[in-house]
């Protein structure tokens, strides 16, 4: 801190001090002891006031007397020549490592004078242009690479050629975990117009990852390097303490080559990768309805005790034999290209009900996968994908959207998926460029294969009034990045989407922003493209109060937890949740997403590496794998919604599927459920809703099978209902099927 800061923050306590000394003396001589209470709450309250207010005051304070960290002209446009490399380039998370960051100089060298900056980070090519953007308070990488002490962790050491001497440096910042601080630099540094690289969040925060190196003797010549050390062991360091989950890094240089104080980004970065420990068990993704004869495709993962990605896993695994599929080869050797994750192909010869069964040859564990239905008359196919992920350019997440969407092909299986851009965020970060709005859409497209892998163009709503919801675009129609900045409420989106063909879906209905009561404001009855709700999420799931799995949120204060983690979600009544939503007469079809902010898989339930649930998932009924065939499905709410696993479900009411809107005379109501699990069911329960009965349940004990069919009668017609089908397996894993309505007729 600087010397204004500390004498202020100094006099103030010990006026403090003072104060409250002055006021036991009083309190004893005067025998009042009641006022001992009521003056500790005093200066407590002065206490907090005053250490916030000069929190505040630093934070402005930094920014405008810094120097160092808001330069005029440092850093500008273009690159330089450099090459870059890291070793090694994968390492498990939760460890100490020591790596070799190596710079060698391009063909205009470095001059004495001149100097770089190494910036951590991640890095987006956008059309011929590099783009860096600071890592987010969410990528783990603590605050630890230092310069000073060489016994501490995290120490850096500098190799230089012979006769080349180097000053270095790193920049300090104010606390990077106090989220006010945070949000007032962030201001700050909008309203100085100071936009030389995107401000992700506050600046002066991401620049506790910076080090800067100085020629103070010598040039670099072409060809000549410099070496860094990062984790340098050699003085009884311990090492770099790597993040406790899945994460990457991109470690990039700008270079002064000229010595005039100008730093220009270097063309060459290197990338870090933290994968999960030693592997403990596989998981196995197939699609859930693949074609008769022709292959499909099979994902086997290799997963850490946490369920994160054993990235240097090199074992060899076996297939099971099982009759009516066939594999290419009787078993596969991970490489170091696989990165945990390696996909081969399969064929079911027959139809039937298969679930794939495969053995790791070192331990003898056995993994089997999800189910696979072959049916070779089947109509519809059901495809699963994920449309609620944030990345980098949404300024509240990290890793890119190239990365993002790779893994939900490549990883995850994904048949659809879709990156939800922020809007704008009200109270940290700025609003996407149109240059980022185009280059996500344009991504979009590259990634768009009918067949085999479909986008979806979106983007999150992000109003903290009235509830965040995202918005999915028709094929056809111009996407639109319509902030919520000056909206007004939900009817004022409404009504700048008219004439669009778009779907609106609320999320996290139930999650109340810092303790507040507001209910979530879910739009008019009359909203045609109000047909579905995110019913579950990595924060919790909205069906219901006293339901499983409550909304919570990682970031709020801790002093909203001092009652419990329950206080964090709407209070029934309220009609925030989805079964109040559609009590209320709103027709919405259920689907679940991730509203991930790292794409780093993990977060297996029962783990807490953060306050996070699993990610959800979203299944669609549908002919083809095209755009229109998945936007429609979710138009018709052909959808099911589950906590992640891939439970196939198929639920229909009078014959007519899930998400249907029927009539009926009858005074029954026939309903079929059918249920292939991904582990033991416990049970299922079909929910039926009306007027005079409220909210009634049949149910349906599984005793632990893992394929239930169900047929059941409801006898007690009388009115408008709507029924919908939830299950619950024994390992904890949820599914919502889409709700049928079912309007009385004489």
């Known amino acids: 801190m600087s010397g204004p800061f500390v004498f202020y923050a100094i006099a103030i306590s010990v006026m403090l001090l003072l104060t409250a000394g002055l006021t036991v003396l009083f309190c004893l001589r005067k025998s009042r ?63 100490y490592q020591t790596l070799k960051l190596v710079f060698i100089a391009g063909e205009q060298g470095i001059k004495q004078g001149g100097g770089l900056i190494l910036r951590l980070g991640e890095v987006i090519r956008m059309g011929n242009k590099l783009q860096f953007y600071d890592c987010f308070y969410q990528d783990m990488w603590d605050d630890t690479l230092q310069l000073i002490k060489p016994y501490k962790q995290g120490y850096v050491s500098i190799r230089t050629p012979e006769g080349i001497e180097v000053a270095q440096s790193k920049p300090s910042a104010p606390p990077h975990k106090n989220f006010i601080l945070n949000t007032f630099v962030t201001e700050a540094a909008r309203y100085r117009k100071d936009h030389s690289a995107p401000i992700c969040y506050p600046r002066n925060v991401a620049r506790r990852h910076e080090i800067h190196l100085k020629l103070v003797k010598g040039s670099l010549e072409p060809g000549q390097q410099l070496e860094l050390v990062l984790g340098d062991t050699s003085q009884r360091g311990p090492g770099w303490k790597m993040p406790d989950g899945e994460a990457s890094v991109d470690f990039v240089f700008y270079a002064d080559t000229q010595g005039d104080g100008t730093y220009r980004m270097v063309s060459s970065y290197a990338t870090l990768e933290v994968g999960g420990g030693q592997m403990t068990y596989l998981e196995v993704l197939v699609p859930s309805t693949p074609s008769l004869q022709e292959e499909f495709p099979v994902v086997i993962k290799a997963l850490d005790k946490d369920g994160f990605l054993s990235m240097l896993y090199s074992g060899t695994v076996t297939f099971l034999s099982q009759e009516g599929l066939e594999f290419p080869v009787p078993n596969y050797i991970f490489s170091s290209s696989d990165r945990g994750a390696a996909r081969i192909t399969a064929k079911a010869i027959a139809p039937g009900t298969y679930r794939i069964r495969v053995r790791d040859d070192s331990t003898g564990k056995v993994c089997t996968s999800n189910p696979v239905v072959v049916d070779s008359n089947a109509i519809e196919h059901i495809y699963w994908g994920d449309l609620h992920q944030h990345t980098i350019l949404g300024k509240d997440a990290n890793r890119t959207p190239e990365y993002v969407l790779e893994r939900n092909r490549r990883v995850e299986l994904f048949d659809f998926a879709a990156v939800s851009i922020h809007d704008t965020f009200n109270y940290w970060g700025v609003p996407p460029t149109e240059h980022e709005w185009k280059y996500l859409l344009e991504l979009n497209e590259r990634y768009n294969e009918p067949g085999e892998f479909v ?39 409404r009504q700048r989407l008219a004439g669009k063909k778009y779907l609106v879906v609320p999320h996290h209905t139930a999650w109340r922003f810092l303790n507040a009561s507001v209910p979530y404001n879910w739009g008019s009855l009359d909203w045609e493209e109000l047909r579905l709700v995110e019913i579950y999420s990595k924060h919790g799931s909205s069906d219901y109060f006293q339901g499983s799995y409550p909304i919570h949120r990682d970031y709020t204060p801790v002093f909203v937890y001092l009652y419990g983690e329950t206080r964090n979600r709407a209070y029934e009544g309220l009609g925030s949740y989805a079964r109040e939503a559609l009590a209320n007469g709103y027709r919405l079809g259920f689907v679940a997403g991730g509203d991930e902010h790292w794409a780093r898989g993990g977060k297996a339930f029962g783990t807490r590496i953060t306050r996070d649930y699993q990610p959800g998932r979203q299944a669609v009924y549908a002919k083809n794998l095209t755009r229109k065939d998945v936007f429609d499905a979710m138009w018709h709410r052909r959808t099911c919604a589950t906590t992640g696993a891939r439970i196939i479900v198929d639920f229909k009411v009078d014959g007519h599927s899930m998400g249907s809107e029927i009539t009926s005379a009858d005074s029954k109501v026939r309903i079929y459920c059918s249920v292939k699990g991904t582990s033991p069911l416990k049970h299922l329960e079909v929910w039926k809703y009306s007027t005079t009965e409220g909210y009634k349940q049949f149910l349906l004990d599984c005793k632990g099978q893992m394929d239930m069919e169900w047929q059941l009668v409801d006898e007690a017609f009388i009115e408008n209902s709507f029924y919908f089908l939830h299950v619950v397996q024994e390992d904890g894993h949820l599914a919502w099927a889409s709700p049928v309505w079912v309007d009385k007729t004489n």
Request: glycine share 10%; charged share 15%.
């Open 455 to 493: 986008t979806l163009h979106g983007y999150e709503w992000t109003d903290f009034n009235h509830g965040h919801r995202n918005i999915y675009y028709a094929p056809g129609e111009e996407p639109l990045l319509i902030s919520c900045k000056e909206a007004i409420g939900p009817e004022w989106l």
């Open 33 to 95: 002891w009641w006022l001992l209470p009521l003056a500790f709450c005093a200066s407590l309250f002065l206490y907090i006031a005053i250490g916030g207010g000069l929190r505040i005051y630093q934070s402005f304070y930094w920014v405008n007397a810094d120097p160092d960290l808001y330069p005029k002209g440092r850093i500008v446009g273009g690159t330089v020549e450099g090459q870059v490399s890291i070793s090694p380039e994968v390492v498990e998370r939760s460890s």
